[in-house]
């Protein structure tokens, strides 16, 4: 191999690495949770089958809410997240993410998910996001 592929192969690993930075930071199991209540709420709510695609929408801006809700938690925690063995490898306490890099992350997240639930799905739903966010 050539010094160029490997700097190449060795930019997409780190690239790569930081997107899953990017979703632990999301807290994805968290956020499964939620979205199955999610689902199940839009199966109840209209006894039986649900509309899909409002329920595909409200499912995608709620996933960006929690998101967002989960990034700026560890941002808010960074210090003791620090401290502790089990959160330490996080990757805003281990130094893989910036502070400014989750903060961005969870406002953008915020603001696309909220107006999104607005758009797509109605004004009500984005307020109960931005409720519960």
Do not use: C
């Not at 968290?30 to 595909?56: F, K, N, S």
């Not at 109605?122 to 996001?129: H, I």
């Amino acid at each position: 191999m050539s010094a160029s592929t490997l700097t190449i192969t060795r930019r997409r690993a780190l690239g790569l690495a930081r997107v899953f930075d990017y979703v632990e930071l999301t807290k994805p199991k968290i956020a499964l949770l939620i979205l199955m209540t999610v689902a199940v709420a839009g199966y109840v709510a209209r006894w039986g089958q649900p509309e899909t695609w409002p329920l595909i929408h409200a499912l995608l801006g709620t996933l960006l809410v929690a998101a967002s809700a989960s990034a700026l938690n560890q941002w808010l925690e960074r210090r003791r997240d620090a401290l502790m063995e089990r959160t330490a490898d996080r990757p805003l306490p281990a130094g893989r993410l910036t502070t400014a890099e989750v903060l961005a992350f969870g406002t953008v997240s915020a603001i696309a998910g909220v107006a999104y639930l607005a758009l797509a799905v109605n004004v009500t739903t984005a307020l109960l996001g931005m409720l519960t966010w």
